[in-house]
Every structure is written in structure tokens, then in C-alpha cells.
């Protein structure tokens, strides 16, 4: 706020504890602001001007004369500053008289063009003035803009103040200090009174420019629509197109002789300064030696960077020379676009192609802009730093017979020097890159008003998909991380994810197809040819996985700084997952695990190795269940396997038989049995055997010892039920009884009344349905 800028007077005002009598009253403000400075007819405004003129005249001769009573140094110092405020309101009186004097903005002259064809001169004439008229609304529509922003900031203002101004005016103690609220409230009421007078007349020029940026918009395209451009026109712009590019390449070499000669006289300079903080790190004990040194110091200093202004300077000099030739190139291409497409020629390419340059001339001038404003704050930087190095280097006088400060006022003279030329470099070429992309915009758009629908609808969907490719590719290809030297983008990662997907499914396909030819046409089992194609096919898919990093620009030799890194993580949270990885690929080097294998865990765990994978293996129990078992527990632990070397497994079915039967007939019909189960195999090696186990407490015990083959084998709760089926077949065919169990039962004691009972029972039979024996066989003795 502007109250900010007199705060600087308050201080001083509060220290005079009195005030004359002399001192007339304070006006009254009756309102924050202040309309008849800016309403009503200009005489009554004119009118009101010299009413205030008069009531601040009034005050500048009572502070003037209170200031000539005052004695004291402070007091003077608070009246010379309010007497500088209130003589700054008549000047802001002037300016408001002077604004309402003044007449509206001219209206802009379309030029005339003249009868058609026209000729590329009436053209240029015409586009320079579309150009004009358009930087005209610019400056408009921003005065017009920043204007109503100020307005509605002041009247906030006033609005605060006014009731400041009014306690301050009825304390004595505050009477200073409502004198320089007073000039605020009228210093701000003047400025809003002259935003006010200029608001209509900006809305009626604007109204005027907008209409003026139609017609010299209409004009250009007629114009343009009927070019007469000949051959000789394109030729001769082609001549001072190489006649620029060859006044380009001397101007280029003898700035790039000065670029390399600034860059030797930096060295010199930075050896110099190296040099000079060297001798002011070491002990001197003389001051004005240590003080030159220091002198010496900032000049050096300053003769880097002037080095440094000088070579950017000298950048911004050859991109002018580049924006003058890209700017007839530009002519020369749309002249020959134009001519083309009078023969049938397809000017879209040509529109795409400047559409992007365009964009880049934008892009370009914003980073012009950003680099002028640190310059214009380096500027004032370097003006305060001056002051305060040319006061030091002023205290030190002349030494030696060199006057050091002439040597360093010239260098800060050439330094700041050279930072105006290259500021004025910036300016220069934000002004060129402004102009040639609003001359490409607008060329642009006559060519593709020119074009019919289709050809247009090709030029819109080129640009539209472009935009959004690029925009796309900016998130597609922001660095996320940086590994090594290698940047990891997002679009590095979605092809490595879409080359991981397809490698894996050929791997998929390759491997089931190389297992399927191999079980066809060689004698490898089926586990051996599992544990062959799964250790081809990781070891395949490590050697796609590194090719795949390769072709994104990743170092494959830094992977072993990844797994040094990961080798913390694997020695603790990874550990179980290493170790069973390890013991994936121990069994399927060993194979003494394969898949076809029945095996039986210590866990209780029985069935058929399904899979063997690099983490864990597969077991189908014969309930159906597919169990996951980690690759460690198969190497670290005890696992009894049905098939290590062959597929002969021996069974045991145990059976028993009554005491009544002829154990060589049981023998022989147990074998007869045991040869009707399809799963029984026998040779010299392998033979049936019939055991005659022992004596059981009911039965007579004996045990079938046949042989089978495993992988012919579905379940094995299956199996002994065919034997028992065939058992019991045979057994009912010969009469031979299964015994069931029996108890004898011994009763040493018993008292006389049960004895009774149980004789009674025993005398008649037929009424109690008991003969001696339970429903179950089972004989009673009774003793």
C-alpha cells in the first residue's frame, strides 16, 4: 500500500510532543472518494480542480510557515518531507487538469490496398498495419486492465484511511500524523479521479481497435486471396536470402573469434583473481596493502563479469542474425507454398512444418523474457554493489602512483556497460521473435483460409495429434529416476513391461513346443525334459531381460551396483525367496526330483510332482489337491520318492483268514487274486509274493507283496481296493470264511440272586430269545 511508502516520516513525526496554535483546523473529508474530480461537466470539474488547488496551497503555506518556526533538526527534517507531499498534490492536480483536457485516442487509418491483383509490396503493407493494429489492442486491452485492477486497489485503500485520518484528526498527540494521512487520502483521490477519466475514453479506443482488427483482418485475406506472385519475385528474395546467410557467416566468424578471445582474456583473469585471494588469505600487515588487495580483487571480479555480459551479448547477436534469415526463409517458403498450391500443390506439410516452428519461436520468447527480467535485476544489483565498492575503493586513494579509483570507475563503467548492451540484446530479440510469430500465425491462417475443407480437416487433425502427442511425450518422457547415467522415463518402462509381455509369451511357446519334441523324438523322461526346458527358459529369459534394458539405454554393467545394493535386502527381508530360488535350480540341475515323480513329504504330503519352477514345485495328491511346496523344503529335508531310478513300486495289502482254512489254499487263491489286478507286474527281478504274516487274535494274517508301475497307476487308495475286490471274489468262490472278532467272556464270581435269574433264564429259552449266545455270536460261560 502507498501508506508503506511515508512510513519512513513516522517515527520523527511522533517525537514533537506539541503543536502550535497557531495551526489552523484540519479539512473534513466527507467520503473516500472524491467524484467531482472526475463527474459531472469539465467546467465544474475544472472548477473543483482549482478549489482543491486553493485548499492545498493553503496547507503548503501553514507547513511552510510552521517549518520556519521549528529549530530543531528533527522537526525541520517531519516538515520538509510533509511540505514535499502536499507539493506533489499540485502536480497530481496538473496531470488530472491535464487528462481532462485531453482528447480521445485518434482513430487508426486502414490503408488502401488499391485494385486487385495486388502485389507482394501492398501485401506487406497490409500485414505490417494488421500487425500494428493488433499490438494497439494489446497495449489497450493491458492499460484498460491493469487500470480497473488499480481502481478497485485505491478505493480499498481510501476506505481504510478515512477513518484513520478521522481519530487522527481529533487527537492532539496525532495531528502530524493526520497531516500525512491527509496527503495520502488526497494523493490517492487525485489518482483514482485521473484512472477514472482515462476509463471511458481506453473502452471507446478499444471498441474503435477491435473494429479496425476486423477490417485490416478481412483486407489481409482479400489481399492475399489475390497475389499475383511471379517466379522472379521468388527468385529475387532467394538472392538476399544467400546474400543474408553470406553477411551471416563473416558477422558468425567474427563473433566466434571474439567469443574465443573473451574466453582467453577469462582465464587471465581468473588467474589474476585466484592469485589475488591467494595473497589476501596470507598475513599483511600493512592496511592500505591488504585494502589495494581487496580493490584489486573486486576489479577483477567485475572484469569476469563484463567478460561474461559480453559473451552473452554476443550469443544474443547471433540470434538476431539467425531470426533475420529464419524470417526471409519464411517469406521464401510461403511464396513458393502459395505458388504451388495456385498449380494444385498441397500446402499442409508446409503449415505443420511452421505451425511447430512457431511454437518454438513462442517457447523461445519466453525464455527471452524470464532471462531479461534476472538481467534488469542483476542491473539494479550491480548498480548498488558499485556504490559500495567505489566508496572503498575511494578511501584508499592513490598508491604508487596509480590511481585506482580512475582504473575502477572505467571497469565498472564497461561492466555495466556491457550488461546494457546485452539487456539490449534481449529486448531487441523478444521484439523479433514477437514479430515473426505473429507474421507466421498470421500467414498461416490466410494459407489455410485458402485451403478447401478436406485439406484443412488434414492440416487440424496434423496439429491436434501433434499437441497432443506432445503433450503426452512430455509425461511419457520426464526422467522419474536417473540410474548411473541412464534416465528412467515412463515410456522406458512401458516398452520394457510390452517387451517383457511378448518375450515371455514366445518363451511360453518356444518352451512348450521344444518339451513336446523332445518327449516325441528322444528317450528322455518326462522329467528331464522339464528340468531341461526350465532351466533353458530362465536362462533365456535373463539374457531377453538384459537385451530388453540395453535397447532403453541402460548400462548393463551397472547392474552389479544394483545387486550390490540389493544384497542387503536379499541377507534379510529376501532371504527366504533367494533360498528358495537357489533350491530351484539345485533340483533342476540334480534332477533328483522330476516332474512324474510320486514322492512323500515329511509334512505328510503324498502325491505326483506336477511343476518344478524356480521358486516352488507342484505336488497333485491323489485327492486332486494341487500342493505348493517351496524349492527349500524339498533340498533341506528328508522327501521319499516312489520313482528316483525306476517305476517299480512293491504294495502290501494284508487280509486275514478264519483258523478253519488251509493256508496253501489261501496262498493259491491269494496269487490267482493278485494276477487279476491289471496293475500287478512281475518279472525275475520283481516276483509276487504271498506272506504268511502270523497268528492274529482272530484270523490267521496274511500280506500280497505285488509289484507295479507307477506312472500306470491313477490313485493309490484305488489299487488296494482292486486287490481286496479280487480277494473277496476269490475267498466267496471257495468257501473260505473272513473271521470277524471275538471275546471270551470269564465270570469268577457272581451273587445268588443273578445266578438265579440267569438259571431261570437258562430253563427257558424260548421266552427270553437267549441261548447261551449274544445277538453277535458271542459265547457266555458262566463260573
Known sequence: MRIIR??????????????????????????????????????????????????????????????????????????????????????????????????????????????????????????????????QLGLYEESLGSGEARIAVLKDELTALLPLYVQMKSEDGSRYQAYENLAHILSLQHEYAILQLKRP?????????????????????????????????????????????????????????????????????????DKAVTAMGLEVKDDMAASALESEKERLELVLEAISFRQKAIIQEKMNLDLAIQGLMFKQEWLTAYVEMSTGGKPAAFVEQWRKKGEELTAKKEELVRDLSLATQKRADLTQRLVVMTNKVGAIGRSGGRDLQTIFAKQAEKTTGNLDVFILGLSNNI???SQLHEEIEFVLQLQLNRMDSGERFLSWGLAYLTSKWEQVSTILFYPLITIGETAITLISICKVLVLVLIGLRLLKVIR???????????????GAVNSMTTLVYYAAL?????????????????????????????????????????????????????????VELQTG???????????????????????????????????????????????????????????????????????????????????????????????????????????QINAQTGMISDYYFALFRKFKEAGIAIPFPQTDLHLKSISPEVLAILQQIAAAPSQTGLDGTDKKGEEQNVG
Open 201 to 273: 475514453k481506453l473502452n471507446k479506443a478499444l471498441t474503435d481497435v477491435r473494429g479496425v482488427v476486423k477490417v485490416a483482418s478481412s483486407l489481409a485475406e482479400k489481399v492475399f486471396g489475390q497475389l499475383r506472385i511471379s517466379k522472379d519475385d521468388i527468385t529475387e528474395l532467394k538472392k538476399k536470402v544467400d546474400a543474408l546467410q553470406e553477411s551471416h557467416v563473416s558477422s558468425l566468424a567474427r563473433l566466434n573469434a571474439e567469443h574465443l578471445d573473451l574466453d582467453k582474456q577469462s582465464v587471465v583473469a581468473a588467474s589474476k583473481l
Open 605 to 711: 504330503v503324498t502325491g505326483e510332482v506336477r511343476k518344478i519352477s524356480i521358486r516352488a514345485t507342484v505336488v497333485r495328491t491323489f485327492d486332486g489337491e494341487d500342493v505348493i511346496v517351496p524349492n527349500s523344503e524339498l533340498v533341506s529335508s528328508r522327501v521319499n520318492t516312489w520313482t528316483y531310478e525306476d517305476n517299480w513300486r512293491r504294495l502290501k495289502v494284508p487280509f486275514g483268514v478264519s483258523y478253519d482254512s488251509d493256508p496253501a489254499e489261501v496262498v493259491r487263491l491269494a496269487e490267482e487274486a493278485a494276477r487279476e489286478v491289471k496293475v500287478t507286474k512281475e518279472d525275475s527281478a520283481h516276483p509276487l509274493r504271498i506272506f504268511f504274516e502270523g497268528f492274529g487274535n482272530n484270523s490267521l494274517d496274511f500280506s500280497i507283496r505285488p509289484w507295479c508301475w507307477m506312472h
Open 431 to 433: 521484439h523479433d521473435l
Open 542 to 598: 535373463v539374457v531377453g531381460i538384459l537385451i530388453i534394458l540395453s535397447t532403453i539405454g541402460f548400462n548393463v554393467s551397472q547392474l552389479g551396483m544394483i545387486f550390490g545394493a540389493l544384497s542387503v535386502g536379499l541377507g534379510f527381508g529376501l532371504q527366504t525367496i533367494s533360498n528358495n530360488f537357489v533350491s530351484g535350480i539345485i533340483l533342476l540341475t540334480e534332477q533328483t526330483i522330476q516332474v512324474g515323480d510320486y
Open 6 to 135: 511515508f512510513s519512513s516520516f513516522s517515527l520523527l513525526l511522533a517525537v514533537l510532543c506539541f503543536f502550535s496554535s497557531a495551526h489552523a483546523e484540519l479539512p473534513d473529508i466527507p467520503a473516500p472518494l472524491e467524484t467531482q474530480l472526475y463527474q459531472g461537466k469539465a467546467e465544474e470539474i475544472v472548477v473543483f480542480i482549482g478549489k482543491r488547488q486553493t485548499q492545498v496551497d493553503g496547507l503548503i503555506a501553514l507547513i511552510t510557515t510552521d517549518m520556519e518556526k521549528k529549530k530543531e533538526e528533527k522537526e525541520t527534517i517531519v516538515f520538509t518531507a510533509l511540505l514535499e507531499l502536499f507539493q506533489g498534490l499540485s502536480f497530481q492536480l496538473k496531470n488530472l487538469q491535464a487528462e481532462l483536457a485531453r482528447p480521445e485516442f485518434p482513430p487508426m487509418q486502414v490503408p488502401a490496398p488499391g485494385s486487385p491483383p495486388y502485389n507482394l509490396a501492398v501485401f506487406e503493407e497490409v500485414v505490417s498495419f494488421q500487425q500494428k493494429v493488433a499490438r
Open 512 to 526: 512348450r513346443k521344444t518339451a513336446n519334441l523332445l518327449a516325441e523324438k528322444t528317450a528322455m523322461t518326462p
